[in-house]
């Protein structure tokens, strides 16, 4: 039986001074389940098993008469949307597998974290249709999966992302000040600029459509990817609030500076998406209004954060106000028989667009 042979500081009938419990941010990897030091984290990963959805049940049939409808504008706006789909959550799973399993010390965390990577491989399969459905022609397809290279306003919004998030993907460990804050900011563009702005964004132009009745297909599986990015960018913003509370000196002045910058460097980067998209304007589509649109969301981000807002817009857009409310109640309600898992108790739609 091994023998603890006290220290000259500690004498043989005094109690050893416990250790200091480790903050989430800590350097280590934390095993232990029991006891829960977490167990929001926990509850948000079972809250997404409930969410469960396959690519096999969105039905695209209906969009390839669709598209034919579509003027010359909407479908050059339908390419780059898909292109951008097409890119966008592989980098959000590199990061998680990269840098956000690596550094969030707790199990309960992880476990979210595993399950986020198979929604985010959910998304790039659906994605994967979507382009096999409206892109015919290989070579399409091809310059679809190769827009980072070859369509700028896609490459300038993955290079503001890794501008944002590299700086911390070779650190070992987190063991400074500086070293916290660059895993933070990683983790605030993560959610609220990727996830919270590049993607709603993505999703006004697909709701657009569906208000106008087009693309019941393409509105169908981004109501499923809406609710799964609506609950990453949560986890991740429970993150950053449990990180505030055990190290609120990481949250000063600087560290505002530099999220409010973040967040005016992604409307920037998203309007110039919305030009690329968008050209003179189209019928209720706009890159002034989107402007608008994506001010309104960057101050929510910002809000959310406990930062201060900036712009002072409001949501131009009544469709997603109101669009899809009513289709996404039904999923649930319908899942008991259409799906295997089926969810408990009573489904609330309070997101702010």
Not at 46 to 61: F, P
Not at 101 to 110: D, F, L, M
Not at 253 to 278: H, I, N, S, Y
Not at 286 to 302: F, G, H, I
Request: with cysteine; charged share 25%.
């Amino acid at each position: 039986m091994p023998v603890t042979v006290p220290t000259q500081s500690q004498s043989a009938d005094q109690p050893a001074t416990p250790a200091r419990q480790k903050n989430l941010l800590d350097p280590g990897f934390e095993l232990t389940l029991r006891p829960m030091r977490y167990p929001e984290f926990y509850e948000r990963y079972r809250d997404a098993i409930k969410n469960t959805w396959t690519v096999e049940e969105v039905d695209l049939h209906s969009d390839v008469a669709d598209l034919a409808k579509l003027s010359p504008g909407e479908q050059h706006l339908i390419g780059r949307l898909v292109a951008f789909f097409a890119t966008g959550d592989s980098i959000v799973a590199n990061n998680l597998v990269l840098t956000l399993y690596k550094h969030i010390n707790s199990p309960e965390a992880r476990l979210y974290l595993s399950r986020q990577l198979f929604e985010e491989a959910v998304h790039v399969q659906f994605y994967l249709t979507l382009l096999d459905t409206y892109l015919p022609d290989p070579d399409e397809r091809a310059a679809a999966f190769a827009a980072v290279e070859n369509i700028p306003s896609i490459r300038e919004k993955a290079e503001f992302c890794f501008r944002w998030m590299d700086s911390v993907e070779n650190i070992a460990q987190l063991e400074s000040k500086a070293d916290r804050r660059r895993f933070l900011l990683n983790l605030i563009c993560f959610a609220a600029c990727i996830e919270g702005l590049f993607f709603y964004g993505a999703f006004a132009y697909v709701y657009w459509f569906r208000s106008r009745g087009l693309l019941h297909g393409l509105a169908t599986g981004t109501n499923w990817v809406f609710r799964d990015e609506s609950m990453h960018m949560e986890f991740a913003f429970s993150v950053v609030d449990t990180v505030r509370r055990e190290e609120p000196e990481l949250f000063d002045e600087e560290l505002g500076g530099q999220v409010t910058e973040m967040l005016r460097e992604a409307v920037e980067a998203e309007l110039q998406f919305a030009r690329d998209l968008c050209g003179d304007g189209l019928p209720g589509m706009n890159t002034d209004s989107m402007r608008e649109y994506l001010e309104c969301v960057a101050d929510q981000r910002l809000a959310r954060l406990g930062f201060k807002p900036v712009y002072g817009s409001q949501n131009p857009f009544g469709f997603m106000e109101l669009q899809d409310v009513q289709e996404l109640t039904n999923f649930f309600e319908r899942r008991p028989s259409a799906y295997q898992v089926a969810v408990e108790g009573n489904v609330s739609f309070d997101d702010e667009f």
